[in-house]
């Protein structure tokens, strides 16, 4: 379970503390104390996460403090051709008052600085904008927008490298991908950098295809997928020190209930495993293994008969899992012992799906055992009961109101959407608001100025712009994995 907290260097866009925030930040990821899971700097702040058992806040200050730091070091000048034909161009034009071709001319004139990348992996945070085309975000996000999209929001401009919810004004399309995890370096900017921008004519870059973190002959095949369920994704521990990249943490939605598989089998925390979420897959063993199955709202059948979650059992080779819809809760997690191969991607074999890092199982999938491992089946722990209703400590966070935090504790949610970016909430309206792009941490309660809560879980960008008058108690967040539309979901004061 990690802490988190912020240091504030300046307010607004100043580039000083920018340059404060990037040395401390750069200083900190070249030897990373261990505990450490994230630096994150941004315009005038650096979010620091870290682990209380591994690392405490006074030595990771003092630590701040007697580090040897250097500003503004290998700052760039980096050209991006712009093709202006973005869908909210002629919106922008009439409510700054200007032509589009005044739009196009303004937003072009500023040398910008990158501040920080964040949201999406890649995504330059730049400014400043000039004064006659500040316009605030969109009052919700736009649930897509396509790829490689130059925008506009207040102060700030930036590229989405990939297709992604987005609450920025469309401008047009970079000529030029600013990532593609296939790259050699797969960041065309660093925080620190200058961009300008100059009006381009030509194809748009394609989206980048997933990158494969799966062998395509692994050493010791332990399963073959017979038929996918609707997400099924090898996941382990997370993906840590890589969130001032815009990387997702990923990893398990439900660590609690992860962590229940892996040590029914002997894996050490964190050893790659299956998270299965709503329908599961077919699966089918191409050696005995020793599995457990650990989640809510499915069971697993093996050839035909029930297996308990929570309970280890010896998975014959050339016999067939499945699975199917039972009680509350949507998400489970298939261990076998061993632990599953996968390719790492800085640091972490976890996929970020907005990142096209990694891709869920299909058909045909064969899947193999990290090492081999005797381990006897049998073992068994009893599952935490999934309460009818979900009840959630809350934190203040970065941008506390006694009246949003009395809002989000007054009364009950329901549970709009649920995925592994977040729990967007419908009920009662909740004061919200935006500013400066800052870290987000993992269970903050986000409100845009249209008053609908989501809470960010382990897929959620990295950094964002909309007020966070709470956060949920890192003890609760692994109930959140289990939300399901539909259920009700009360906020309670930690």
């Known amino acids: ?9 300046g307010e607004g866009l100043s580039e000083e503390a920018n340059r404060r925030a990037l040395a401390l930040a750069r200083g900190l990821l070249q030897a990373p104390p261990p505990g450490l899971l994230e630096a994150v700097p941004a315009y005038g702040t650096l979010y620091l996460e870290y682990d209380p058992a591994r690392l405490s806040q006074g030595k990771l200050l003092r630590l701040l403090r007697d580090l040897p730091v250097e500003e503004g070091e290998g700052e760039r000048l980096v050209e991006i051709p712009v093709r202006y034909d973005g869908e909210d161009l002629l919106e922008v034009a009439q409510r700054t008052g200007l032509t589009p071709e005044g739009v196009k001319a303004l937003h072009q004139r500023p040398l910008y ?9 890649g995504f330059p945070f730049m400014a400043p904008v000039e004064e006659a085309l500040r316009l605030p975000r969109r009052p919700h996000p736009r649930p897509r927008v396509p790829a490689h999209s130059v925008a506009v929001a207040g102060a700030q401009t930036g590229v989405y490298p990939l297709p992604s919810p987005g609450g920025w004004h469309l401008l047009g399309r970079a000529l030029l991908a600013v990532y593609d995890p296939h790259r050699e370096e797969p960041f065309l900017l660093r925080p620190g950098d200058r961009v ?3 009006e381009g004519e030509g194809p748009v870059p394609p989206e980048p295809e997933p990158l494969e973190l799966l062998p395509e002959e692994p050493a010791l095949p332990a399963f073959r997928v017979e038929e996918p369920g609707l997400l099924d994704l090898v996941v382990d521990g997370g993906r840590f020190l890589a969130g001032h990249l815009g990387l997702a943490r990923s990893g398990p939605l439900d660590p609690y209930s992860a962590g229940v ?4 089998v002997g894996n050490p925390q964190g050893a790659p495993l299956l998270e299965i979420a709503h329908r599961g897959p077919v699966l089918t063993a191409l050696r005995d293994l020793v599995a457990a199955f650990a989640g809510y709202g499915l069971e697993a059948l093996l050839e035909g008969e029930e297996i308990p979650p ?13 699975f199917r819809p039972r009680g509350p809760g949507v998400r489970g997690y298939l261990a076998v012992a061993g632990g599953l191969e996968a390719r790492p991607f800085l640091g972490s074999v976890s996929p970020d799906l907005r990142g096209r890092v990694g891709r869920p199982l299909r058909a045909g999938d064969l899947l193999g055992l990290r090492e ?3 381990v006897r089946p049998g073992r068994a722990f009893p599952l935490r009961p999934l309460p009818e209703a979900f009840r959630v400590r809350l934190r203040p966070g970065p941008q506390y109101t006694e009246e949003a935090f009395r809002a989000l504790t007054s009364r009950p949610f329901r549970v709009a959407r649920a995925d592994r970016m977040g729990v967007e909430l419908w009920g009662p309206e909740v004061p919200g608001g935006e ?18 809560p989501l809470v960010l879980l382990v ?4 950094l964002g712009g909309y007020a966070k008058p709470a956060q949920v108690d890192p003890r609760d967040l692994w109930l959140l994995g289990q939300a399901w539309p539909g259920a009700e979901l009360f906020f309670t004061s930690g």
Do not use: C, H, I
């Open 310 to 322: 929570g309970q280890s059992f010896l998975w014959r080779a050339g016999k067939t899992l499945r």
């Open 459 to 462: 897929d959620k960008g990295s």
């Open 435 to 452: 500013g400066l792009s800052e870290a987000t941490p993992l269970g903050g309660v986000q409100v845009p100025p249209s008053g609908r």
């Open 261 to 264: 598989a892996n040590r029914l």
């Open 372 to 374: 081999g491992r005797e």
């Open 196 to 198: 300008r921008f100059v």
């Open 113 to 121: 600085r990158v501040y920080a990348l964040g949201f999406t992996p």
């Open 1 to 9: 379970m990690g802490e988190g907290f912020y240091l504030r260097f």
